[in-house]
Protein backbone atom coordinates (compact mmCIF):
# COMPACT_ATOMS: atom_id res chain seq x y z
CA UNK A 1 0.00 0.00 0.00
CA UNK A 2 1.74 3.36 -1.18
CA UNK A 3 2.09 6.18 1.70
CA UNK A 4 2.83 8.79 -0.49
CA UNK A 5 1.45 11.64 -0.10
CA UNK A 6 -0.63 14.81 -2.14
CA UNK A 7 0.23 18.13 -2.49
CA UNK A 8 -2.36 19.41 -0.37
CA UNK A 9 -1.64 16.96 2.45
CA UNK A 10 2.22 18.48 2.54
CA UNK A 11 0.71 21.95 2.46
CA UNK A 12 -1.19 21.08 5.29
CA UNK A 13 1.24 19.21 7.29
CA UNK A 14 3.07 22.25 6.91
CA UNK A 15 0.69 24.88 8.17
CA UNK A 16 0.40 22.89 11.04
CA UNK A 17 3.91 22.93 11.87
CA UNK A 18 3.52 26.04 12.24
CA UNK A 19 1.54 26.78 14.41
CA UNK A 20 -1.89 26.91 11.82
CA UNK A 21 -4.85 25.12 13.64
CA UNK A 22 -8.07 25.59 11.04
CA UNK A 23 -8.38 26.19 7.59
CA UNK A 24 -11.44 29.11 6.57
CA UNK A 25 -12.33 28.58 3.39
CA UNK A 26 -15.11 29.69 1.01
CA UNK A 27 -15.02 27.14 -2.30
CA UNK A 28 -15.69 27.86 -5.30
CA UNK A 29 -14.79 25.70 -9.22
CA UNK A 30 -11.15 26.66 -9.50
CA UNK A 31 -10.69 25.45 -5.53
CA UNK A 32 -13.18 22.88 -5.68
CA UNK A 33 -10.63 20.09 -5.72
CA UNK A 34 -8.54 21.99 -2.92
CA UNK A 35 -11.79 21.70 -0.89
CA UNK A 36 -12.25 18.57 -1.47
CA UNK A 37 -8.71 17.33 -1.03
CA UNK A 38 -8.27 19.29 2.92
CA UNK A 39 -11.22 17.64 3.74
CA UNK A 40 -10.63 14.11 2.46
CA UNK A 41 -6.60 14.70 4.48
CA UNK A 42 -8.35 15.87 7.60
CA UNK A 43 -5.18 16.81 8.77
CA UNK A 44 -6.92 20.55 9.81
CA UNK A 45 -10.26 21.58 10.11
CA UNK A 46 -12.36 23.03 7.55
CA UNK A 47 -14.56 25.56 8.30
CA UNK A 48 -16.45 27.91 5.77
CA UNK A 49 -18.37 31.05 6.38
CA UNK A 50 -20.32 33.44 3.85
CA UNK A 51 -18.31 36.10 1.97
CA UNK A 52 -14.60 36.55 1.92
CA UNK A 53 -14.18 39.90 3.42
CA UNK A 54 -15.25 38.11 6.88
CA UNK A 55 -13.17 35.07 5.97
CA UNK A 56 -10.14 36.95 5.69
CA UNK A 57 -11.16 38.99 8.77
CA UNK A 58 -11.62 35.42 10.66
CA UNK A 59 -8.15 34.25 9.45
CA UNK A 60 -6.45 37.44 10.52
CA UNK A 61 -7.81 36.90 14.39
CA UNK A 62 -6.89 33.59 14.75
CA UNK A 63 -3.45 33.91 13.70
CA UNK A 64 -3.41 37.04 16.43
CA UNK A 65 -5.11 34.86 19.05
CA UNK A 66 -3.41 32.04 18.36
CA UNK A 67 0.75 33.00 17.58
CA UNK A 68 0.34 31.03 14.53
CA UNK A 69 -0.89 31.17 11.27
CA UNK A 70 -4.01 32.02 10.06
CA UNK A 71 -5.47 30.35 7.25
CA UNK A 72 -8.22 31.44 4.53
CA UNK A 73 -8.81 29.08 1.30
CA UNK A 74 -10.43 30.92 -1.84
CA UNK A 75 -11.02 30.41 -5.27
CA UNK A 76 -9.36 32.11 -8.27
CA UNK A 77 -10.77 35.29 -9.10
CA UNK A 78 -13.90 36.66 -8.00
CA UNK A 79 -12.85 34.92 -4.28
CA UNK A 80 -9.33 35.87 -4.15
CA UNK A 81 -10.07 39.58 -5.26
CA UNK A 82 -12.48 39.82 -2.29
CA UNK A 83 -9.94 39.23 -0.16
CA UNK A 84 -7.69 42.52 -1.10
CA UNK A 85 -8.96 44.48 1.81
CA UNK A 86 -8.87 42.11 4.43
CA UNK A 87 -4.91 41.01 3.20
CA UNK A 88 -4.24 44.51 3.32
CA UNK A 89 -5.17 45.03 6.28
CA UNK A 90 -3.23 41.83 7.94
CA UNK A 91 -0.23 44.03 6.02
CA UNK A 92 -0.37 46.64 7.67
CA UNK A 93 -0.82 45.53 11.17
CA UNK A 94 1.48 42.45 10.89
CA UNK A 95 -0.10 39.80 10.71
CA UNK A 96 1.08 36.30 9.22
CA UNK A 97 -1.92 35.04 7.25
CA UNK A 98 -1.76 32.84 4.70
CA UNK A 99 -3.80 33.13 1.52
CA UNK A 100 -4.57 29.68 -0.74
CA UNK A 101 -6.18 30.49 -4.36
CA UNK A 102 -7.30 27.93 -6.56
CA UNK A 103 -6.01 28.48 -10.15
CA UNK A 104 -7.01 27.44 -13.91
CA UNK A 105 -5.05 24.49 -14.52
CA UNK A 106 -2.28 24.34 -17.17
CA UNK A 107 -4.21 23.53 -20.03
CA UNK A 108 -7.05 25.81 -19.43
CA UNK A 109 -4.49 28.56 -19.46
CA UNK A 110 -3.49 27.49 -22.95
CA UNK A 111 -6.89 27.25 -24.76
CA UNK A 112 -6.70 31.14 -26.20
CA UNK A 113 -10.18 31.48 -24.42
CA UNK A 114 -10.96 34.30 -21.31
CA UNK A 115 -11.72 32.24 -19.00
CA UNK A 116 -14.84 33.47 -16.38
CA UNK A 117 -13.27 34.88 -13.00
CA UNK A 118 -10.18 36.38 -15.32
CA UNK A 119 -9.72 40.50 -15.31
CA UNK A 120 -6.49 41.98 -17.76
CA UNK A 121 -4.54 38.29 -17.95
CA UNK A 122 -4.40 35.52 -16.19
CA UNK A 123 -1.44 36.77 -13.78
CA UNK A 124 -3.79 39.81 -12.77
CA UNK A 125 -4.30 38.07 -9.35
CA UNK A 126 -0.98 37.27 -8.76
CA UNK A 127 0.49 40.94 -9.80
CA UNK A 128 -2.34 42.19 -6.94
CA UNK A 129 -1.52 39.97 -4.32
CA UNK A 130 2.30 40.66 -4.62
CA UNK A 131 1.41 44.49 -3.38
CA UNK A 132 -0.05 43.30 -0.26
CA UNK A 133 1.61 40.29 0.66
CA UNK A 134 5.76 39.73 1.71
CA UNK A 135 5.92 36.43 -0.50
CA UNK A 136 4.23 34.47 -3.04
CA UNK A 137 4.34 30.90 -4.81
CA UNK A 138 3.01 29.35 -7.41
CA UNK A 139 2.09 25.71 -7.22
CA UNK A 140 2.29 23.75 -10.34
CA UNK A 141 5.25 22.12 -9.79
CA UNK A 142 5.17 18.96 -7.27
CA UNK A 143 8.92 18.54 -7.23
CA UNK A 144 9.47 22.52 -6.56
CA UNK A 145 6.71 22.58 -4.05
CA UNK A 146 8.18 21.86 -1.04
CA UNK A 147 10.69 24.14 -1.22
CA UNK A 148 8.38 27.06 -1.78
CA UNK A 149 6.14 26.53 0.09
CA UNK A 150 8.55 26.05 3.16
CA UNK A 151 9.96 29.78 2.34
CA UNK A 152 6.35 31.25 1.93
CA UNK A 153 5.48 29.86 5.18
CA UNK A 154 8.38 30.78 7.08
CA UNK A 155 8.56 34.22 5.52
CA UNK A 156 4.76 34.36 6.84
CA UNK A 157 6.48 33.68 10.92
CA UNK A 158 9.53 36.14 9.77
CA UNK A 159 8.76 38.46 8.53
CA UNK A 160 5.32 38.80 10.00
CA UNK A 161 2.98 39.52 7.25
CA UNK A 162 0.46 37.72 4.83
CA UNK A 163 1.37 35.67 2.12
CA UNK A 164 0.05 33.69 -1.00
CA UNK A 165 -0.31 30.37 -2.70
CA UNK A 166 -1.95 29.64 -5.74
CA UNK A 167 -2.52 25.93 -6.94
CA UNK A 168 -3.83 25.16 -10.19
CA UNK A 169 -7.13 23.07 -9.98
CA UNK A 170 -5.01 20.18 -11.50
CA UNK A 171 -2.39 19.81 -8.52
CA UNK A 172 -4.41 19.09 -5.29
CA UNK A 173 -3.73 15.80 -5.59
CA UNK A 174 -0.71 15.28 -7.38
CA UNK A 175 1.83 13.07 -5.36
CA UNK A 176 4.38 15.60 -3.36
CA UNK A 177 7.76 15.44 -1.21
CA UNK A 178 7.68 16.12 2.30
CA UNK A 179 7.80 20.21 2.51
CA UNK A 180 11.29 21.12 4.78
CA UNK A 181 11.38 22.22 8.66
CA UNK A 182 11.22 25.76 9.81
CA UNK A 183 14.42 27.12 8.92
CA UNK A 184 16.27 28.66 11.65
CA UNK A 185 16.54 32.96 11.91
CA UNK A 186 20.47 33.72 11.20
CA UNK A 187 21.09 36.65 13.04
CA UNK A 188 24.72 37.96 13.05
CA UNK A 189 26.06 37.76 16.72
CA UNK A 190 28.48 41.06 16.42
CA UNK A 191 26.13 43.15 15.20
CA UNK A 192 23.40 41.45 18.10
CA UNK A 193 25.69 42.44 21.01
CA UNK A 194 26.40 45.60 19.71
CA UNK A 195 22.96 46.69 19.40
CA UNK A 196 22.36 44.95 22.75
CA UNK A 197 25.29 46.93 24.61
CA UNK A 198 24.18 50.58 22.59
CA UNK A 199 20.75 50.14 24.02
CA UNK A 200 21.35 49.59 27.45
CA UNK A 201 24.27 52.07 27.41
CA UNK A 202 21.06 54.53 26.46
CA UNK A 203 18.91 53.63 28.68
CA UNK A 204 21.65 54.08 31.84
CA UNK A 205 22.51 57.28 31.26
CA UNK A 206 19.06 58.15 30.78
CA UNK A 207 16.59 60.19 33.20
CA UNK A 208 13.47 59.15 32.13
CA UNK A 209 13.55 55.77 30.30
CA UNK A 210 10.55 54.17 29.12
CA UNK A 211 9.24 51.45 27.15
CA UNK A 212 6.34 51.83 24.92
CA UNK A 213 4.89 48.52 23.49
CA UNK A 214 3.06 47.47 20.25
CA UNK A 215 1.83 44.61 18.19
CA UNK A 216 4.85 42.55 17.00
CA UNK A 217 5.49 41.38 20.55
CA UNK A 218 2.31 39.10 20.07
CA UNK A 219 3.20 38.61 16.86
CA UNK A 220 6.76 37.01 17.78
CA UNK A 221 5.22 35.44 21.41
CA UNK A 222 7.38 37.40 23.37
CA UNK A 223 5.17 38.98 26.17
CA UNK A 224 6.42 37.51 29.07
CA UNK A 225 9.69 38.26 28.08
CA UNK A 226 8.93 41.97 27.44
CA UNK A 227 7.25 41.83 30.25
CA UNK A 228 10.30 40.38 32.77
CA UNK A 229 12.43 42.40 30.64
CA UNK A 230 10.46 45.79 32.32
CA UNK A 231 11.27 44.05 35.81
CA UNK A 232 14.30 43.70 35.20
CA UNK A 233 15.12 47.20 33.57
CA UNK A 234 13.36 48.61 36.53
CA UNK A 235 11.29 51.23 33.73
CA UNK A 236 7.87 52.17 33.45
CA UNK A 237 6.11 50.21 30.65
CA UNK A 238 2.98 51.45 28.64
CA UNK A 239 1.35 50.33 25.18
CA UNK A 240 0.33 51.89 21.93
CA UNK A 241 -3.73 52.52 21.28
CA UNK A 242 -2.88 49.67 18.74
CA UNK A 243 -1.28 47.59 21.46
CA UNK A 244 -4.17 47.57 24.24
CA UNK A 245 -4.86 44.37 25.60
CA UNK A 246 -0.78 43.60 25.63
CA UNK A 247 1.00 41.70 28.46
CA UNK A 248 -2.67 41.40 29.94
CA UNK A 249 -2.12 38.66 32.43
CA UNK A 250 1.68 38.46 32.31
CA UNK A 251 2.06 40.10 35.90
CA UNK A 252 3.82 43.49 34.26
CA UNK A 253 2.49 46.35 35.35
CA UNK A 254 1.27 48.77 33.09
CA UNK A 255 1.57 52.60 33.36
CA UNK A 256 -1.95 52.32 31.14
CA UNK A 257 -2.29 53.45 26.97
CA UNK A 258 -0.83 56.19 25.53
CA UNK A 259 -3.33 58.03 23.67
CA UNK A 260 -1.57 61.20 23.42
CA UNK A 261 -4.33 64.45 24.06
CA UNK A 262 -6.77 61.86 24.21
CA UNK A 263 -5.32 59.87 27.73
CA UNK A 264 -4.63 60.41 30.24
CA UNK A 265 -2.14 63.59 31.00
CA UNK A 266 0.00 61.71 33.24
CA UNK A 267 1.27 59.48 31.09
CA UNK A 268 0.72 61.36 28.00
CA UNK A 269 3.95 63.68 29.92
CA UNK A 270 5.66 60.63 31.21
CA UNK A 271 5.87 59.18 27.62
CA UNK A 272 6.41 62.51 25.54
CA UNK A 273 9.01 63.86 27.96
CA UNK A 274 11.34 60.41 28.53
CA UNK A 275 14.67 60.74 26.82
CA UNK A 276 15.38 57.26 25.95
CA UNK A 277 11.88 55.87 24.78
CA UNK A 278 11.86 52.52 23.24
CA UNK A 279 9.34 51.82 20.93
CA UNK A 280 9.38 47.88 20.96
CA UNK A 281 7.36 46.16 18.33
CA UNK A 282 5.02 50.04 18.28
CA UNK A 283 3.75 51.06 14.22
CA UNK A 284 4.71 54.28 14.46
CA UNK A 285 1.65 55.40 12.75
CA UNK A 286 -1.08 58.53 12.58
CA UNK A 287 -3.30 56.40 15.26
CA UNK A 288 -0.55 55.93 17.80
CA UNK A 289 1.20 59.29 17.36
CA UNK A 290 -1.15 61.80 15.78
CA UNK A 291 -2.50 63.48 19.14
CA UNK A 292 0.35 63.54 20.47
CA UNK A 293 0.40 66.59 23.32
CA UNK A 294 4.11 67.54 22.07
CA UNK A 295 5.78 65.90 19.27
CA UNK A 296 8.04 62.65 19.75
CA UNK A 297 11.12 63.50 18.24
CA UNK A 298 11.68 60.07 16.39
CA UNK A 299 15.69 60.37 16.12
CA UNK A 300 16.08 60.59 20.01
CA UNK A 301 14.05 57.45 20.56
CA UNK A 302 14.73 54.06 20.47
CA UNK A 303 12.95 52.21 17.09
CA UNK A 304 12.68 48.69 17.36
CA UNK A 305 10.75 47.53 14.40
CA UNK A 306 10.32 45.37 11.58
CA UNK A 307 13.56 43.28 11.85
CA UNK A 308 15.78 46.49 12.48
CA UNK A 309 16.76 48.92 15.59
CA UNK A 310 17.34 52.42 14.92
CA UNK A 311 18.94 54.62 17.49
CA UNK A 312 19.60 58.28 16.62
CA UNK A 313 21.55 57.95 13.65
CA UNK A 314 22.54 53.92 14.61
CA UNK A 315 20.62 51.63 12.42
CA UNK A 316 21.12 48.04 12.99
CA UNK A 317 19.49 46.14 10.62
CA UNK A 318 18.24 42.26 10.47
CA UNK A 319 18.26 42.20 14.16
CA UNK A 320 14.96 40.47 14.78
CA UNK A 321 13.22 41.66 18.10
CA UNK A 322 12.65 38.00 19.85
CA UNK A 323 16.60 37.82 19.32
CA UNK A 324 17.22 41.54 20.59
CA UNK A 325 15.16 41.14 23.89
CA UNK A 326 16.70 37.61 24.79
CA UNK A 327 20.07 39.51 24.37
CA UNK A 328 18.97 42.11 26.85
CA UNK A 329 17.81 39.59 29.14
CA UNK A 330 21.23 37.98 28.99
CA UNK A 331 22.82 40.98 30.12
CA UNK A 332 20.35 41.95 32.95
CA UNK A 333 20.47 40.29 36.42
CA UNK A 334 17.27 38.26 37.88
CA UNK A 335 15.60 40.06 40.17
CA UNK A 336 13.53 38.46 43.03
CA UNK A 337 9.50 38.29 42.15
CA UNK A 338 7.82 41.66 44.11
CA UNK A 339 5.26 40.31 46.30
CA UNK A 340 1.95 40.75 43.89
CA UNK A 341 0.03 43.96 45.21
CA UNK A 342 -3.66 43.84 45.83
CA UNK A 343 -5.18 45.38 42.82
CA UNK A 344 -7.15 48.42 42.70
CA UNK A 345 -10.69 48.28 43.16
CA UNK A 346 -12.13 48.82 39.88
CA UNK A 347 -14.97 51.02 40.03
CA UNK A 348 -18.01 50.85 38.39
CA UNK A 349 -19.81 54.17 37.50
CA UNK A 350 -22.96 52.65 36.03
CA UNK A 351 -25.81 55.64 35.78
CA UNK A 352 -29.22 55.00 37.27
CA UNK A 353 -31.15 52.45 35.48
CA UNK A 354 -33.77 54.65 33.42
CA UNK A 355 -30.94 56.40 32.16
CA UNK A 356 -30.20 56.30 28.34
CA UNK A 357 -27.66 54.48 27.36
CA UNK A 358 -24.11 55.85 25.89
CA UNK A 359 -20.83 54.39 25.47
CA UNK A 360 -19.38 55.08 28.98
CA UNK A 361 -22.64 53.02 29.88
CA UNK A 362 -21.57 50.45 27.83
CA UNK A 363 -18.31 49.90 29.12
CA UNK A 364 -19.38 50.35 32.33
CA UNK A 365 -21.87 47.55 32.27
CA UNK A 366 -19.23 45.20 30.34
CA UNK A 367 -16.76 46.00 33.46
CA UNK A 368 -19.19 44.82 35.70
CA UNK A 369 -19.82 41.67 33.82
CA UNK A 370 -16.45 40.65 33.76
CA UNK A 371 -15.98 41.38 36.94
CA UNK A 372 -18.83 39.14 38.34
CA UNK A 373 -18.18 36.29 35.83
CA UNK A 374 -14.46 36.87 34.49
CA UNK A 375 -12.75 37.93 31.43
CA UNK A 376 -13.84 37.59 28.32
CA UNK A 377 -11.10 38.50 25.10
CA UNK A 378 -12.62 40.99 22.58
CA UNK A 379 -12.85 41.91 19.44
CA UNK A 380 -14.05 45.17 18.22
CA UNK A 381 -14.90 46.96 15.18
CA UNK A 382 -13.75 50.92 14.35
CA UNK A 383 -15.02 53.26 15.27
CA UNK A 384 -16.68 54.68 18.70
CA UNK A 385 -16.68 50.73 19.71
CA UNK A 386 -12.67 50.91 19.60
CA UNK A 387 -12.20 53.83 21.57
CA UNK A 388 -15.15 52.09 24.25
CA UNK A 389 -13.08 49.42 24.34
CA UNK A 390 -10.08 51.58 25.79
CA UNK A 391 -12.29 52.12 28.68
CA UNK A 392 -12.76 48.10 29.33
CA UNK A 393 -10.49 46.10 32.08
CA UNK A 394 -7.34 44.88 30.49
CA UNK A 395 -8.26 41.62 29.12
CA UNK A 396 -7.40 40.50 25.32
CA UNK A 397 -8.82 42.77 22.57
CA UNK A 398 -8.09 42.21 18.92
CA UNK A 399 -9.09 44.85 16.27
CA UNK A 400 -7.72 47.63 13.44
CA UNK A 401 -6.28 49.81 14.84
CA UNK A 402 -3.95 51.20 12.48
CA UNK A 403 -5.58 50.03 8.87
CA UNK A 404 -8.97 50.93 10.42
CA UNK A 405 -10.92 48.27 8.07
CA UNK A 406 -15.18 48.36 8.95
CA UNK A 407 -16.52 45.39 9.67
CA UNK A 408 -13.26 43.27 11.70
CA UNK A 409 -15.63 42.79 14.87
CA UNK A 410 -17.93 39.78 14.21
CA UNK A 411 -15.70 37.82 11.71
CA UNK A 412 -12.84 37.90 13.79
CA UNK A 413 -14.89 36.96 17.05
CA UNK A 414 -15.94 33.64 15.57
CA UNK A 415 -12.21 33.57 14.66
CA UNK A 416 -11.31 34.07 17.95
CA UNK A 417 -13.86 31.70 19.14
CA UNK A 418 -12.53 28.91 16.68
CA UNK A 419 -8.95 29.47 17.43
CA UNK A 420 -8.84 29.25 21.04
CA UNK A 421 -12.70 27.93 22.84
CA UNK A 422 -13.02 30.88 24.80
CA UNK A 423 -16.34 32.97 24.33
CA UNK A 424 -15.39 36.45 22.79
CA UNK A 425 -17.47 39.69 23.36
CA UNK A 426 -17.77 41.99 20.13
CA UNK A 427 -17.90 45.55 20.46
CA UNK A 428 -19.52 46.71 16.94
CA UNK A 429 -20.97 49.88 15.24
CA UNK A 430 -24.15 49.31 13.08
CA UNK A 431 -22.45 50.86 9.61
CA UNK A 432 -19.48 47.71 10.19
CA UNK A 433 -22.48 45.20 10.98
CA UNK A 434 -24.92 45.92 7.57
CA UNK A 435 -21.02 45.04 6.14
CA UNK A 436 -19.98 41.32 7.68
CA UNK A 437 -22.34 41.29 10.78
CA UNK A 438 -24.09 38.79 9.10
CA UNK A 439 -21.69 36.27 9.25
CA UNK A 440 -23.45 35.46 12.97
CA UNK A 441 -25.40 33.03 10.90
CA UNK A 442 -22.87 30.68 11.00
CA UNK A 443 -21.78 31.06 14.39
CA UNK A 444 -23.69 28.07 15.75
CA UNK A 445 -22.74 25.79 12.98
CA UNK A 446 -19.08 27.06 13.96
CA UNK A 447 -19.82 26.25 17.66
CA UNK A 448 -19.46 29.87 18.58
CA UNK A 449 -21.65 31.78 20.69
CA UNK A 450 -20.24 35.56 20.82
CA UNK A 451 -21.74 38.28 23.02
CA UNK A 452 -22.28 41.19 20.75
CA UNK A 453 -22.57 45.16 21.77
CA UNK A 454 -24.24 47.07 18.38
CA UNK A 455 -23.43 50.29 19.40
CA UNK A 456 -26.61 51.43 17.02
CA UNK A 457 -26.76 54.92 16.58
CA UNK A 458 -28.12 54.65 12.71
CA UNK A 459 -25.20 56.90 11.42
CA UNK A 460 -21.51 56.31 10.53
CA UNK A 461 -21.19 58.40 13.81
CA UNK A 462 -17.67 58.88 13.79
CA UNK A 463 -16.88 60.18 10.52
CA UNK A 464 -20.06 62.74 11.21
CA UNK A 465 -18.21 63.93 14.08
CA UNK A 466 -15.43 65.14 11.60
CA UNK A 467 -17.30 66.33 9.17
CA UNK A 468 -20.71 67.24 10.15
CA UNK A 469 -22.76 67.98 7.31
CA UNK A 470 -24.18 65.60 4.52
CA UNK A 471 -27.22 63.10 5.07
CA UNK A 472 -24.57 60.20 3.79
CA UNK A 473 -23.18 59.54 7.29
CA UNK A 474 -27.33 58.26 8.07
CA UNK A 475 -27.83 54.60 7.79
CA UNK A 476 -31.39 54.05 8.49
CA UNK A 477 -33.52 52.54 11.41
CA UNK A 478 -32.56 48.85 11.40
CA UNK A 479 -34.48 46.65 13.88
CA UNK A 480 -30.83 44.12 14.59
CA UNK A 481 -32.32 42.30 17.18
CA UNK A 482 -35.64 41.39 15.23
CA UNK A 483 -32.98 39.60 12.86
CA UNK A 484 -31.02 37.28 15.12
CA UNK A 485 -33.39 34.54 15.55
CA UNK A 486 -33.65 34.18 11.72
CA UNK A 487 -29.78 33.43 11.78
CA UNK A 488 -29.69 31.41 15.37
CA UNK A 489 -28.93 33.80 17.63
CA UNK A 490 -31.25 35.61 20.57
CA UNK A 491 -31.55 39.51 19.99
CA UNK A 492 -32.13 41.89 22.81
CA UNK A 493 -33.04 45.69 21.69
CA UNK A 494 -32.07 47.95 24.71
CA UNK A 495 -32.34 52.10 25.20
CA UNK A 496 -31.81 52.26 28.87
CA UNK A 497 -28.94 51.39 31.38
CA UNK A 498 -31.23 48.74 33.09
CA UNK A 499 -32.15 47.12 30.04
CA UNK A 500 -28.48 46.60 29.08
CA UNK A 501 -28.07 45.35 32.43
CA UNK A 502 -30.30 42.70 32.23
CA UNK A 503 -29.69 41.68 28.82
CA UNK A 504 -26.53 41.27 29.42
CA UNK A 505 -27.58 38.74 32.37
CA UNK A 506 -29.15 36.69 30.42
CA UNK A 507 -26.94 36.95 27.45
CA UNK A 508 -24.10 35.61 29.56
CA UNK A 509 -26.37 33.19 31.17
CA UNK A 510 -27.77 31.82 27.43
CA UNK A 511 -24.70 29.63 25.52
CA UNK A 512 -24.89 28.13 22.30
CA UNK A 513 -26.32 30.52 20.58
CA UNK A 514 -24.92 34.25 19.53
CA UNK A 515 -26.49 36.80 21.87
CA UNK A 516 -26.74 40.25 19.90
CA UNK A 517 -28.16 42.90 22.07
CA UNK A 518 -28.84 46.15 19.80
CA UNK A 519 -28.13 49.32 22.21
CA UNK A 520 -29.77 52.40 20.69
CA UNK A 521 -27.76 55.26 21.23
CA UNK A 522 -28.92 58.85 20.66
CA UNK A 523 -27.26 60.99 17.49
CA UNK A 524 -24.36 62.55 18.56
CA UNK A 525 -23.63 61.04 21.64
CA UNK A 526 -19.91 59.76 21.85
CA UNK A 527 -17.51 58.22 24.40
CA UNK A 528 -15.33 60.54 26.65
CA UNK A 529 -12.13 59.07 24.80
CA UNK A 530 -13.33 59.78 21.39
CA UNK A 531 -14.67 63.20 22.00
CA UNK A 532 -10.81 63.98 22.99
CA UNK A 533 -9.52 62.44 20.35
CA UNK A 534 -11.79 64.37 17.84
CA UNK A 535 -10.64 67.78 19.69
CA UNK A 536 -7.02 67.00 19.79
CA UNK A 537 -7.16 66.28 15.72
CA UNK A 538 -9.23 69.13 15.34
CA UNK A 539 -6.69 71.34 17.02
CA UNK A 540 -3.59 69.96 15.64
CA UNK A 541 -4.76 70.48 12.35
CA UNK A 542 -5.82 74.25 12.60
CA UNK A 543 -3.37 76.21 10.36
CA UNK A 544 -1.06 77.85 12.26
Known amino acids: MSTAMNLTQQLLLALKARGATEVFGIPGDFALPLFGAIEKAAILPLHTLSHEPGLGFA ?18 GAGALNMINPVASAYAERVPLVVISGAPAAHEAASGLLLHHQVKTLDSQWRLFEEVTVDRARLDDPATAPALIARVLDSALHRCGPVYLEIPRDCPERECGPVPEVAPVLVDRERLDACADELLARLRQAYRPMLLVGVEIRRFGIEAQVAELALRLEIP ?4 LMGRGLLNGSGCRLAGTYLGLAGDAALTEQVESSDALVLLGAIVSDTNFAVSARRIDFRHAIRVWQGQVEMGHHIYPEVPISALVEALLQRLPTRAP ?4 TPTPFAIALPAPEEPVT ?10 LMLAHGSMPVACDVGDCLFTALDLLPTDLIAPGYYATMGYGVPAALGLQVATGRRPLVLVGDGAFQMTGWELGNARRLRCDPIVLLLNNASWEMLRTFQPEGGYHDRGDWNFASMASGMGGTGYRV ?12 AQARRGSFQLIDIRLAPGVLSPKLQRFVAAVKRLSMPT
Open 59 to 76: ADAAARVGGGLGVAAVTY
Open 237 to 240: VATT
Open 338 to 341: KPES
Open 359 to 368: PAAIAAAANA
Open 495 to 506: ETVGQLQEALFW
